[in-house]
């Protein structure tokens, strides 16, 4: 094997190399960003609790009240 045709497939072997990091690189950034996506759903769930649950208790504790008061 000659110098030209060695450096060739060892160019060929670069590339393919190349193209193989390039498409991991993006599954792990869809998957970045869909981790990212989950994560802010997770987060605005976590803020909305708090709220809702004292919404619910002083809906239930007005309800209470309204039929003790009858």
Not at 3 to 30: G, H, P, Q
Not at 40 to 64: F, G
């Amino acid at each position: 094997m000659d110098s030209d045709s060695r450096i060739t497939a060892e160019y060929v072997i670069v590339v393919d190399r190349l193209a193989r990091i390039e498409e991991k690189l993006d599954r792990v950034l869809k998957e970045h960003a869909d981790h990212e996506v989950r994560i802010r759903a997770i987060e605005r769930w976590k803020y909305a609790l708090p709220l809702t649950a004292i919404t619910a208790a002083a809906s239930a504790a007005v309800t209470l009240f309204g039929m003790i008061g009858r």
